[in-house]
């Protein structure tokens, strides 16, 4: 028995507009085939691009890119760096709190 897959049951909500599709599990979010992007003959020689060509990409230029401004957002992504690693002590010095009441409650008592 052959079954064809022509589109994702319930992509669409009879609802909706037809031009938005509906998000959620098993639906794809991502555009499977990207418009290309034109050849840029600056960033040929750069090497993001020279590392895809040695790979054998079809295309010697990978989207995405560098950050343009690094420095300011390193800058601005440091507190949440600090939150994290505050965070990460804080569940890891409460376990070891709870440890010690849940110690300290079941123990014989003599």
Known sequence: MTVAFECVPGLYAPDRDARRPR???????????????PPDPEKYDEARNVAARRRGLEQPYIAG????????TLRRERPYVQILIAMVVIIVLTGFVLGFI??????PRT
């Open 102 to 107: 849940g110690a300290i409650i079941t123990a």
């Open 23 to 37: 998000l959620g599990h098993h639906v794809p979010v991502t555009d499977t085939n990207p418009a290309p992007l």
């Open 65 to 72: 890119g560098d950050d343009p401004e690094l420095e300011e």
